[in-house]
Each structure stands twice: as C-alpha cells, then as structure tokens.
C-alpha cells in the first residue's frame, strides 16, 4: 500500500511563497509521474502540475505557469510543489498524487493513490 502525506501549507500573503512536500511510502515511487491538484469547496478538484519518473518532464495548467515548479527527489521519496507570487485566487486544499503511468498526465482519473491534502490560505 503507498502513503502520500503532504506537508509544508499554509497561511501566506499574496505575492508570498510556499513549498509543499509530499512523501512518499513504498520502494515503487520513482517508477511512477506524480501530480498535484487542489480543490476548493463547492468546485471541482482541479488539476495543478505534475512530473515524470524521473522528473525530466513536467506540465502545469496555465494558471500556475512561471509560478509553480513541481520536481521530485526519487532518493527521498519526495515530491515537491514550489509556489511563488501567489494568489488569492490559489487558496485550496493541496493534494499529491500517484499516477499509473510513468509520464505525467492531467486527469485525475489517471492517479490511483492520494494524499490527505494540506490548506494553502492566501490573503489580500
């Protein structure tokens, strides 16, 4: 069974930064992509940024471009979320994501493991 504990949210104001980790149980993790989506309440779960195996590819949805960076530490079993110049409008439970394949992919059906999710709250 794979663990994904996330870490790392919080309260920040806008123009500030964050970087969320996610961890990883298991000796499977550098043999999958791994994403990020975030989720507001009464909306849908939203695709955020994720990352190949080894990290050498990595797609973002466009609203976080030239904002967040996804990278991954395959020797820590680590999966990182760097989020700078944020947003209000970014304000959301965080969650990491196993993926069933090896590159990265933006649908959430694709992920097969989920983490419990951590609040990221950006002020005005």
């Known amino acids: 069974q794979v663990q994904l504990v996330e870490s790392g949210g919080g309260l920040v104001q806008a123009g500030g930064s964050l970087r969320l980790s996610c961890a990883a149980s298991?000796?499977?993790?550098?043999?999958?992509?791994m994403g990020w989506f975030r989720q507001v309440p009464g909306k849908e779960r939203e695709f955020v940024a994720a990352?190949?195996?080894?990290?050498?590819?990595?797609t973002y949805t466009d609203s976080v471009k030239g904002r967040f960076t996804i990278s991954r530490d395959n020797a820590k079993n680590t999966v990182y979320l760097q989020m700078n110049s944020l947003k209000p409008e970014d304000t959301a439970v965080y969650t990491c994501?196993?993926?069933?394949?090896?590159?990265?992919?933006?649908?959430?059906?694709?992920?097969?493991?989920w983490g419990q999710g951590a609040q990221v709250t950006v002020s005005s």
């Open positions: 994501a196993r993926a069933i394949s090896r590159n990265p992919v933006t649908a959430d059906g694709q992920y097969n493991y």
């Open positions: 298991g000796r499977t993790f550098s043999s999958y992509a």
């Open positions: 990352i190949s195996w080894g990290g050498g590819s990595t």
